[in-house]
Nanobody, 125 residues
Framework: QVQLVESGGGLVQAGGSLRLSCAASGNTFSNYVMAWFRQAPGKEREFVAGINWIDRFTYHEDSVKGRFTIGGDSAKNMVYLQMNSLKPEDTSVYYC??????????????????WGQGTQVTVSS
């Protein structure tokens, strides 16, 4: 079993920054992918960014490229999402997820095995 705990959400004005963190605990594993998703009220959950710890390849969804950066420390099973130049449309609950089967970065949520509880990010205009 794997547990994921997010932190760092909050309220920020448009143009501001936030840094989300996600810590994984439980079974140890290698060759895995960690990702961030988000879900706004009334909308489907969507992929934001992912990192493959095998080669540290990262992928960001188009709407956040140049503003958000995923990174972390695989030895500590920790991933972060640095969010800059935030916009009101970034307002969502942000979820950390992990694919322990190491299939590469997949943008569909069905590929991920474990999820955090989510952290609210609200961007005011």
């Amino acid at each position: 079993q794997v547990q994921l705990v997010e932190s760092g959400g909050g309220l920020v004005q448009a143009g501001g920054s936030l840094r989300l963190s996600c810590a994984a605990s439980g079974n140890t594993f290698s060759n895995y992918v960690m990702a961030w998703f988000r879900q706004a009220p009334g909308k489907e959950r969507e992929f934001v960014a992912g990192i493959n710890w095998i080669d540290r390849f990262t992928y960001h969804e188009d709407s956040v490229k140049g503003r958000f950066t995923i990174g972390g420390d695989s030895a500590k099973n920790m991933v972060y999402l640095q969010m800059n130049s935030l916009k009101p449309e970034d307002t969502s609950v942000y979820y950390c997820a992990i694919d322990v089967r190491g299939r590469g970065i997949v943008t569909h949520d069905y590929a991920y095995d474990y999820w955090g509880q989510g952290t609210q990010v609200t961007v005011s205009s």
